[in-house]
């Protein structure tokens, strides 16, 4: 499959992901009378939703094309899938990223304002 191929079956996906996204995010309100509301309260907001929309998209096109230029995604039904599962897999990659600690400022007792004595970093916490 060519990489435009892909990234076009890359962009279906993530279309149809997101349309899903919208789709469940419009639900009718007790204020709004019964009738479909969009997923924001204020029209300022629109754009914003919008902007996001796109960036998942074009997310989802990239992945899809990546994955075809990589020979990961051979058929359509590959790079359809890269477009739907690009978010959750970009948040993935993401959350792999470790964020370097600042050291804590020295308390007013002149400890290092760390709790145990080995130094160590509780990811649990």
């Given at each position: 499959?060519?990489?435009?191929?892909?990234?076009?079956?890359?962009?279906?996906g993530?279309?149809?992901?997101e349309?899903?996204?919208?789709s469940?995010?419009?639900?009718?309100t007790?204020?709004?009378?019964?009738?479909?509301?969009?997923?924001?309260?204020?029209?300022?907001?629109?754009?914003?939703?919008?902007?996001?929309?796109?960036?998942?998209?074009?997310?989802?096109?990239?992945?899809?094309?990546?994955?075809?230029?990589?020979?990961?995604?051979?058929?359509?039904f590959?790079?359809?899938?890269?477009?739907?599962?690009?978010?959750?897999?970009?948040?993935?990659?993401?959350?792999?990223?470790?964020?370097?600690?600042?050291p804590?400022?020295?308390g007013?007792?002149?400890?290092?304002g760390?709790?145990?004595?080995?130094g160590?970093?509780?990811?649990?916490?």
């Amino acid at each position: 499959m060519s990489l435009w191929m892909a990234a076009m079956w890359g962009l279906v996906g993530s279309a149809v992901a997101e349309a899903l996204n919208l789709s469940g995010m419009m639900r009718p309100t007790s204020g709004s009378a019964g009738r479909w509301q969009w997923p924001w309260r204020d029209r300022r907001d629109a754009p914003i939703v919008v902007f996001a929309v796109l960036l998942r998209t074009v997310a989802g096109t990239g992945l899809a094309a990546a994955a075809g230029a990589g020979g990961l995604a051979t058929t359509a039904f590959a790079s359809f899938t890269f477009g739907v599962a690009a978010p959750l897999v970009i948040a993935k990659m993401f959350d792999q990223v470790r964020v370097a600690d600042h050291p804590a400022d020295p308390g007013r007792d002149g400890t290092s304002g760390t709790s145990g004595t080995s130094g160590e970093h509780d990811d649990a916490a």
